[in-house]
């Protein structure tokens, strides 16, 4: 029997590098740098879990992956770069709380990326947002600034990262639940609002606890409460929002990685689970709690999935339009 032609065989591996879900790019990856995009500033809590993530999954995957900043409009133009891009794995998102459920109800019709844009691959971790004031306030409890700015409507100010920020939506539920209005100070990322709040030249502030939890340790900046609904292990002595008077009141604040939806997905199953593996890490679980954080704990096992963590968003994206519809909360 006569064997298969060249021409036979090379018509053969055609068809079979054709076939759906096959690519030699695809069996590659990662064939290169990974890029994991932070929408926010170098310093705040995005940018810290960004290179807590990428110094894990590197040595995974077999390829560096590297952290690029690219902040702006609430995290909007990190996002938009993603959703934009080359949907071949090797360009990520470091995705907020902000990002991916906040924006769409606050930015409207100006918001660059829909949800459908983006891939949920994997939740990261959950942190609480504190309310602090400078050490020099004269302000002890969270009771005393809410009291204080009822006395005086509009007088007392508050900074934050940014606008749209889960620190300004938690102030706006704050104020909304506290029947008070403080003034708000938008910064261009964590770092320059704390320089001003450490300076005494704020009121008061909100941020991630990551973010400012050093400070609070130093004593340069006092904790008021937490925003979530319990207290939170690296600072048992700061009552949370519902202990000091105000009701019901749960804020937490969000990280994890999208990538753009046309992501292959035998790409993004992979990238999941590696994620999964890192989340579930005592190494990392220890530095996250170090910083206040918390573990996803979407699934039964305390992990994350690309599934779970796409139920989530969807879920959140709902929560916090009713709260942006009911506070009025706008863009700076």
């Known amino acids: 029997m006569a064997g298969p032609s060249r021409r036979g065989l090379l018509a053969g591996s055609a068809a079979l590098l054709a076939a759906p879900g096959i690519s030699r790019a695809q069996d590659a990856w990662p064939a290169r740098t990974i890029r994991l995009v932070v929408p926010f500033p170098p310093a705040g809590t995005t940018d810290i879990t960004g290179r807590i993530a990428a110094e894990m999954l590197g040595p995974r995957l077999g390829q560096t992956v590297v952290v690029e900043n690219r902040a702006g409009a609430t995290g909007n133009i990190g996002a938009e770069h ?5 949907a071949d794995g090797h360009t990520l998102l ?3 709380i902000s990002t991916a459920s906040i924006n769409y109800a606050l930015w409207g019709a100006r918001m660059p990326v829909k949800p459908e844009d983006l891939a949920a691959v994997a939740l990261l971790i959950r942190v609480p947002n ?3 004031v400078p050490a020099s306030s004269p302000f002890r409890t969270a009771g005393e600034l809410i009291a204080a700015a009822k006395a005086r409507p509009g007088a007392l100010n508050y900074g934050s990262s940014g606008s749209g920020g889960s620190p300004h939506m938690t102030m706006e539920m704050l104020k909304l639940r506290s029947g008070t209005d403080m003034a708000h100070v938008p910064f261009r990322g964590a770092g320059p609002m704390l320089v001003e709040a450490v300076a005494g030249r704020l009121d008061a502030g909100c941020d991630n606890m990551p973010s400012v939890i050093g400070h609070i340790r130093d004593g340069r900046l006092r904790a008021l409460a937490v925003s979530g609904a ?3 292990p690296s600072l048992p002595d700061v009552p949370t929002l519902a202990e000091a008077g105000v009701p019901d009141f749960e804020a937490t604040a969000w990280f994890g990685v999208q990538a753009p939806v046309r992501t292959p997905p035998a ?4 990238l999941g689970a ?4 890192i989340t579930r ?3 990392y679980r220890a530095r996250i709690a170090e910083l206040g954080g918390d573990p996803p704990g979407l699934t039964p096992q305390g992990g994350t999935t690309p599934e779970t963590f796409e139920a989530f968003i969807r879920a959140e994206i709902a929560k916090w339009a009713e709260v942006v519809r009911v506070s009025g909360a706008k863009v700076d």
């Not at 993603?82 to 080359?86: D, H, I, K, L, S």
């Open 82 to 86: 993603v959703a934009r891009g080359e």
């Open 94 to 96: 470091l995705c907020t």
């Open 130 to 132: 504190i309310v602090f």
């Open 230 to 232: 319990r207290r939170a």
């Open 267 to 270: 790409v993004v199953s992979r």
């Open 274 to 277: 590696e994620l999964d593996a």
């Open 281 to 283: 890490d005592p190494g």
